[in-house]
């Protein structure tokens, strides 16, 4: 497992999961969601989850991407999990 990435209370970042792992993550909140994906590895791969990665009051959860699933929700167990296991 790679080190895992300290965030700040109030940052933010865009996020890939995928196989209950973070495949990539960006500190550039000016991208949507679907540039995002284009940049880092053209389509959204088949089961990848895409979202945003946020730390409030030391809390570390992942919301889904509108653009990408319809609706904006904290990301399944599995994601939030994945999210956990990178960022603190």
């Known amino acids: 497992m790679s080190e895992k990435f300290k965030m700040r209370d109030g940052d933010t970042m865009l996020i890939m999961v995928k196989d209950g792992a973070v495949l990539h993550f960006s ?5 949507p969601h679907v540039e995002f994906v284009r940049r880092m590895t053209g389509k ?7 979202g945003t990665v946020s730390k409030l009051d030391g809390r570390i959860a992942a919301i889904s991407s509108k ?3 319809g609706y904006q929700l ?15």
């Open 27 to 31: 500190p550039n909140m000016s991208w």
């Open 74 to 88: 904290p990301g399944p167990d599995w994601v939030q999990t994945a999210v956990k296991d990178r960022f603190e």
């Open 67 to 69: 653009y990408f699933f």
């Open 44 to 50: 959204l791969p088949e089961g990848a989850w895409v």
